[in-house]
C-alpha cells in the first residue's frame, strides 16, 4: 500500500464507518496530498529549467534561489499553500501555475455559473466560500463576471 492509500484506510477505520465525517476528511487529505504534489511538481520544474539536480555543482550561471513568498490557490478541494520556486536571474516561470494564479479554472468556472443562475455578487460569494471554504470578495466575483460580460458583448456585437 502507498502512503496515499494508508492514509484513506486510516481515516475510514478512525471515523467508525461514519460516511459525512469520512468525506469531509477525504476531503482534507485529498487537499494535502494535491498541496504536497503541486509543490513537488514546482520543484522538478526548476530543476529541469536549470538543467541539474538538486546538490550538484555546476559551472552554469543561474542557480537555485529559494522559494518566492507562499502564497494560496484556492481550489475545489479547499485552499492549498504553493512555494513558488526561483531561481538566482529571475527566469524560472512555472508551466503549472502561472503567475499571479489565486484559483483555479473550477473556482472561477462556478462563479460564472453562479453568476449566469442570476444570483448577485453577495450570494455567489456566500455559496463559493460554502463550497470552497475560501473567502472570495465581491470586487473578485464582479472581476470574473465582468470578464465574461465583456466576451458576450462582444460575441454579440460580431460581423
Keep these: 500500500m502507498n502512503h496515499f492509500t494508508s492514509l484513506l484506510v486510516r481515516n475510514l477505520l478512525n471515523n467508525d464507518h461514519n460516511l459525512p465525517e469520512f468525506e469531509s476528511v477525504l476531503s ?19 530543476e529541469q529549467f536549470l538543467g541539474y539536480e538538486r546538490y550538484k555543482h555546476t ?28 531561481d538566482r536571474l529571475g527566469l ?33 460569494a456566500e455559496a463559493v466560500e460554502r463550497m470552497y471554504g475560501t473567502k472570495v470578495s465581491r470586487s473578485t466575483v464582479s472581476n470574473i463576471t465582468n470578464r465574461i460580460i465583456s466576451s458576450i458583448e462582444s460575441f454579440k456585437s460580431r460581423q
Excluded at 36 to 43: G, M, T, Y
Excluded at 72 to 79: A, E, F, L, N, S
Design 92 to 124: 524560472f516561470v512555472s508551466a503549472l501555475i502561472p503567475p499571479y494564479m489565486r484559483r483555479t479554472e473550477g473556482t472561477e468556472n462556478t462563479v460564472i455559473d453562479l453568476f449566469n443562475l442570476g444570483l448577485t455578487n453577495s450570494e455567489i
Design 28 to 46: 482534507e487529505v485529498f487537499r494535502q496530498q494535491l498541496e504536497e504534489a503541486v509543490n513537488d511538481v514546482l520543484s522538478y520544474e526548476r
Design 59 to 86: 559551472d552554469k550561471e543561474d542557480s537555485r534561489n529559494g522559494f518566492k513568498p507562499e502564497r494560496k490557490i484556492d481550489t475545489k478541494y479547499g485552499p492549498i499553500t504553493v512555494r513558488m520556486p526561483r
